[in-house]
């Protein structure tokens, strides 16, 4: 008997069992602060339940790490970003904003031109460590920075305010995974965020081949027609004349 400290191996462990033989693959994606993937991860539940998603949120510096170390299968990642080895699929804009310290005169206003802030300070995001650092730094008031409106709003570092910036160029988010990927699992994923319905040709759910219905059977029959029934009255004589076209006389 195996002691007691023995345990059994885990599938998909180095000793040549199948991962896959217990069920389904899972799916794991990563995503950069600012990225809301709820409706991607409803859509796949609803389409794909017996198949596990994992998520996690990455900063910008390790967006492409996640996928080269193997730690996601796929990553929404902040353009730009080297492309070497990778698909990546722009997906939407994402609208710039200046944040300030709370009391800044750019405050009492909706939206601010990036020529009217020429006098200020800008602070190096990478810089500071990232957007969360660097917001709390503009918090001291040591400067401005610009972000992605998402970004701010998800920090949401007291002591500061975030209006919406003009001339100033956006950013990107896209979806990004390794060239060499061939997984049906990803390849969903994929559709799902690109907005493919769940009956697409081009999701590898739909082109499952499903069980042929029976024919119906044919209720026509194969005997002879009935013979045309015999016209039980004769016509009536003055159907189709004008008023009037019966002779008249006596009954």
Partial sequence: MPSDQESPPAVGTPDGSDAETSGPRGLTFAYVAGVTPGKWIRRWEERMPDVPLHSFMSDDGAQLGVLRDGSADLSFVR?????????????????????????HEISVFEEVALEDLAEENFLDVAGMGGPEMAMQVVASGAGLVILPMSVARHFNVKDTVARRLTGAEGTQIALAWPSDSRSEVIEEFIGIVRGRTAQSSRQPSAQKEKPKKAPKPDRRGTGAKKPAVAQRYAPNPDKGRGKGSRKKGKR
């Fill in 79 to 103: 353009l730009p970003v080297d492309r070497d080895g990778l698909h990546v699929i722009p997906l939407y804009e994402e609208q710039p904003v200046v944040v300030a310290p709370k009391r």
